[in-house]
């Protein structure tokens, strides 16, 4: 049975708002020696959605070259300018990534269609490997399984992709849609909750925040998995889902994974783009105690 956990990286910066590659170094070298599969760069929680593209250039040539083949890496390079999501696209690849991954347009919802339309363009546009990203929570709508495995019949370099919704019900049919016809499509669950129940529906498991904190433990999930021990699954489940409190100390939450990763001592400063919030003393005490139950 696979099972893999991808982690979608916080992109960490200094007081003033620099990127910290001091911080950004330790999270990546703590995560890979987690054991995780893999490491997503300007994810929604790298906060991609606020960063100018010349730092996103610094912050992919920075991670490529620093991680450098000891994990998969995936960059995000959406932009709500298509040209600048293929510019970026292209540079990631170029630089040595081994995937791109791409959100459709925020903003106006578009029809299947117009979907099909924009991934096809990306995709024929760029040299190497690109994932889809659904997340209906942010831009309003959602792409279809018909969509993905049309565009996947076209296009052998869309390798997969991220569903993130707060059920199985989509991600489900995705998996019944394309995986008879293309087996090796990868299809990731974008909530740390929802990678026991992907696995077991014939999905490939979760690109979810919570393994910035503990990817030792989410590596031990996945190889419970590989080893068929359903008890162990169950016990990692149940921890996982008192860490999952996180998410609900605050909204955004990625200013809430930051602040813990701070009481860790994996990154040195909290310090998100405007107008992300900061963390109360109150939000903080939450993090402490839930970070201490386990």
């Not at 298509?82 to 578009?110: C, H, M, Q, R, W």
């Not at 690109?207 to 031990?220: H, K, M, Q, R």
Request: with cysteine; hydrophobic share 35%.
């Amino acid at each position: 049975m696979e099972a893999k956990y991808l982690t979608p990286a916080v992109t960490a910066f200094d007081k003033d708002g620099n990127l910290d590659y001091e911080s950004l170094k330790n999270l990546y070298d703590y995560i890979i020696k987690g054991g995780v599969d893999g490491i997503l760069v300007l994810g929604s929680i790298g906060e991609f959605f606020s960063i100018p593209k010349e730092i996103k250039k610094a912050l992919i040539h920075s991670a490529v070259n620093y991680i450098n083949k000891r994990t998969e890496v995936i960059i995000g390079t959406t932009s709500i300018d298509i040209n600048e999501t293929i510019e970026l696209s292209k540079y990631a690849l170029n630089e040595g990534a081994d995937a791109v991954i791409v959100v459709p347009p925020y903003y106006f919802t578009l029809t299947d269609e117009g979907i099909y339309e924009y991934f096809d363009k990306i995709a024929a546009s760029i040299n190497g490997n690109m994932y889809l990203y659904n997340f209906p929570d942010r831009t309003g709508y959602s792409i279809s399984p018909d969509t993905i495995l049309n565009l996947v019949r076209k296009h052998k370099n869309i390798i997969g992709c991220k569903d993130t919704l707060g059920g199985m019900d989509h991600t489900r049919e995705v998996i019944k849609k394309v995986k008879p016809y293309f087996p090796n499509f990868r299809i990731y669950s974008g909530f740390d909750d929802n990678f026991a129940h992907n696995v077991l529906s014939g999905g490939n498991g979760c690109i979810a925040g919570l393994s910035n904190l503990v990817p030792e433990l989410t590596s031990e999930w996945t190889k419970a998995f590989k080893n068929n021990n359903l008890n162990k699954v169950s016990e990692i489940s149940k921890k996982i889902d008192k860490l999952m409190d996180i998410y609900g100390v605050g909204q955004p939450f990625i200013t809430y994974i930051k602040k813990a990763l701070v009481l860790k001592g994996i990154i040195k400063y909290d310090t998100v783009t405007f107008p992300l919030p900061s963390v109360s003393k109150e939000q903080e005490d939450k993090l402490k105690q839930i970070m201490m139950e386990l």
